[in-house]
């Protein structure tokens, strides 16, 4: 696990060390353990390395017997051990005992198709010196980040934007093609990115440089074709047997391991696999909050405790009081790219409190999209069901819907939010409905705020995965969406920037691509049964979980931010968001701010992601447009936060 980057000169200059020495500094706390370069002529690639499987011998760039073939690579190939047998059967020869050296004699000996031998979670770049092309690629799922920078003179990449803003000439501006999609989802989806001129590699994707030309092109896709011939019976044992699998093989360090453990069906049967297949006790770290009733509902420990206990782990657990307002400016540095999930929040603190005992972390990250966990994946199921009602009916329910009250940090009021947004959708297609529950600000509201004509809003991320989508089961074609938009962009983003800030590892078993395929092919009925979520995945770990494990409410791995938000933070938002810092800023219509602000206050909306996204850019425009440190943003804020008044942008 490390930072990788790198520079290919187009213009057939030399690159010179000290750029590529610029970059690994600013991504430092990625490989606080090692570091490396190699230049050869106009292409330079570059490593920070947080050392993780054969900690001596590990180093990179590493190259083949002639040097002719040199790599960088991020992450983990769990593969490694079976691929390093096949070469060594042909007659390779290895120098370490890294993951790494795999892929670099793969590629010799199968070219380009080797990363489709691959299972793991990487990017890597490889300069074939004989050919004087430079390869680079992303894991199949998107579990790690690749940004790309190009101009007339060079090609620049790196695992986090901030290494490229580090490059001369590199002008840090805001992308404004990005915001309207940025506002509508919450996230920045690939290929674009929030600052002009820098773009993500997608998933699965490799990008080729030779004789100066820049090739692109995908290598996997997920698969389409839903398999009707298995039993029931089939399902489960194919489907417990990769999850265990998967887990196994992702257990493979030579560093302490341990689990994120929330008490819910997907961390739970994580470290539940772990501890059949350890012949140690398993290190896991559970977080909970410190306050009243919105607090309590992010807080897990309990079910945490019950399965720790059930598994006999070395159990941790933290309980936390955030200084969001001094955390904030930092993880949003971290993250590149701001966020409306407030998940980051939770995930850097879990993160930096098991990095005082383990180096690598597994976490169940996945579950809810192979498997049908997410409450909007029932929105066809009780359509169905609403649309048989009258039209009178249906008619009187959305009226009274619409006046129900939404806050979704109180139990009742989560409930009536649930419903509101229900009942509002619940005569749409299906693909609008499903991007209603998707959606942080309705396209209506994104123009609004942007003085922009709602129809040119329409051509965004989501409407082109639907496009590609191309299923007829409506279940798995949500879930085809998500694996081309939230999922990489969103939750594994946030995984991996958060976990990472730390220096820590963190693997996630359930989105092994082997068992992302099985999830794909699984038809609706089976996943889903009866408007019950997970229900084959659940159906197949009962021997391993207790049913109140499997069947207790699900929750969030989230933060009360909303509630936040109208108690101690509302003076920092207040500020951040006053008429005077947007109109000095200049993106967005302040009426429609403050109107956001009043409803969300109201309980009239959940306007939590929304004023999160809001927030979240006016922090990240200080920090890269303003060129602000962070501590210098954190030190603004609690002034903010203490009735202070906020300085224009």
């Known amino acids: 696990m490390c930072g990788i980057h790198g520079i290919y000169q187009l213009d057939g200059q030399r690159v010179e060390p000290a ?60 593969n490694f051990r079976e691929l390093r047998a096949e070469l060594q059967a042909k007659g390779y020869r290895f120098k370490t005992g890294s993951d790494s050296e795999v892929l670099l004699h793969l590629y010799d000996a199968e070219g380009d198709d080797c990363v489709k031998r691959l299972n793991g979670m990487f990017d890597f770049a490889l300069w074939d010196g004989r050919r004087r092309r430079l390869l680079i690629g992303r894991d199949r799922l998107g579990v790690k980040p690749l940004y790309v920078m190009q101009d007339g003179k060079r090609l620049a990449f790196a695992t986090e934007a901030k290494a490229l803003l580090k490059l001369p000439g590199a002008r840090v501006a805001l992308n404004r093609e990005a915001v309207p999609g940025y506002l509508h989802l919450g996230y920045v989806a690939a290929p674009q990115t929030i600052f002009e001129g820098i773009r993500k590699l997608p998933p699965a994707t490799l990008l080729s440089i030779e004789n100066g030309q820049v090739r692109e092109w995908r290598y996997w896709r997920l698969p389409s074709r839903i398999e009707r011939g298995w039993s029931r019976d089939e399902w489960l044992q194919r489907t417990r047997a990769q999850i265990e699998r998967s887990v196994e093989m992702q257990m493979v360090s030579d560093v302490p391991i341990g689990a994120f453990l929330s008490g819910g069906v997907d961390s739970s049967a994580v470290v539940g696999c772990m501890a059949k297949h350890s012949d140690h006790p398993i290190r896991t770290y559970a977080i909970g909050f410190e306050g009243g009733e919105a607090e309590a509902l992010y807080n897990e420990l309990p079910y945490a405790r019950q399965v720790a206990k059930l598994f006999g782990t070395e159990h941790h657990e933290i309980v936390v009081k955030p200084d969001v307002v001094g955390l904030l400016p930092r993880l949003v540095w971290h993250m590149d790219e701001p966020v409306s999930d407030t998940a980051f929040i939770t995930t850097y603190l879990v993160s930096e409190f098991a990095r005082q005992d383990v180096k690598v972390i597994l976490s169940g990250v996945g579950g809810d999209e192979l498997f049908g966990g997410y409450r909007r994946y029932l929105g066809g199921h009780y359509a169905r069901k609403f649309g048989r009602l009258p039209a009178p009916l249906r008619k009187l329910a959305g009226m009274a819907a619409a006046r129900l009250p939404a806050d979704r940090h109180s139990g009742l009021l989560n409930t009536l939010r649930l419903a509101k947004g229900f009942v509002a959708s619940a005569e749409m297609d299906p693909d609008a409905r499903y991007r209603s529950y998707l959606q942080v600000l309705s396209h209506d509201t994104v123009a609004q ?10 051509d965004d991320a989501l409407a082109h995965a639907f496009a590609a989508a191309g299923h007829d089961d409506e279940l798995n074609r949500m879930f085809a969406v998500d694996a081309e938009t939230q999922l990489p962009d969103d939750l594994l983003m946030l995984t991996d920037k958060m976990s990472m800030a730390v220096s820590l590892e963190c693997r996630v078993p359930l989105l092994d691509h082997e068992l992302v395929e099985l999830a794909a092919a699984m038809p609706a009925d089976v996943k889903i049964a009866g ?119």
């Open 19 to 78: 750029h590529l020495t610029a970059m690994g500094d600013v991504t430092a706390h990625r490989g606080p353990d090692d570091e490396g370069q190699h230049i050869d002529g106009n292409c330079g690639i570059a490593m920070r390395r947080l050392s993780i499987i054969d900690l001596a011998g590990g180093h990179q760039p590493i190259g083949n017997a002639d040097g002719s073939l040199v790599l960088v690579c991020n992450g983990e190939i769990y």
């Open 449 to 458: 705020l942007l003085h922009a004509p709602r129809s040119a809003l329409a």
């Open 531 to 649: 408007g019950q979520l997970k229900h084959l995945m659940k159906a197949s770990l009962g021997d391993l979980l207790p049913q109140d494990i499997l069947h207790r409410k699900k929750r969030g791995f989230g933060t009360p931010m909303g509630a936040w938000l109208k108690k101690e933070l509302a003076p920092v938002l207040r500020g951040l968001l006053s008429p005077a810092v947007l109109h000095r800023r200049g993106l967005f219509d302040a009426d429609v701010v403050t109107q956001l602000v009043a409803d969300h206050e109201a309980n009239r909306i959940d306007g939590t992601d929304a004023l999160i996204a809001l927030l979240n850019l006016e922090v990240w425009s200080r920090l890269y447009l303003d060129g602000r440190d962070h501590a210098d943003v954190a030190d603004e804020l609690h002034h903010l936060a203490n009735g202070a008044t906020a300085v224009p942008a």
